[in-house]
Nanobody, 116 residues
């Protein structure tokens, strides 16, 4: 049973950086086809941030491009993207999602608050 465990959230000052690790457990060496990050601000819809496919290609939402970086090796047990220059409006729950052996799995999310 694949499980995703997210960590790294917390409070950061505007302009600061955070790592958002996503650990993938229980996949028994089955490859990850795609890994996606989303966020959901309070009272708003969940929105796409970025993804990476197994071949290494990445896609970023325009709102985070240049500030959100996913490491290339997604078949390690933990992938740790970094978010830089955080803005006040980016306080949200951040979630990772993976496609592994034909099924999608979600992490429990990690909360990020941005202070002045």
């Amino acid at each position: 049973q694949v499980q995703l465990v997210e960590s790294g959230g917390g409070s950061v000052q505007a302009g600061g950086s955070l790592n958002l690790p996503c650990e993938v457990a229980g996949r028994n060496f089955h490859p990850i086809s795609i890994m996606v990050w989303y966020r959901q601000p309070p009272g708003k819809e969940r929105e796409f941030i970025a993804n990476i496919i197994s071949a290494g290609a990445t896609n970023y939402a325009a709102s985070v491009k240049g500030r959100f970086t996913i490491p290339l090796l997604i078949n390690k047990s933990t992938t740790t993207p970094q978010m830089n220059s955080l803005k006040h409006g980016e306080a949200a729950g951040y979630y990772c999602n993976v496609l592994c052996s034909g099924d999608y799995y979600w992490g429990q999310g990690t909360q990020v608050t941005v202070s002045s």
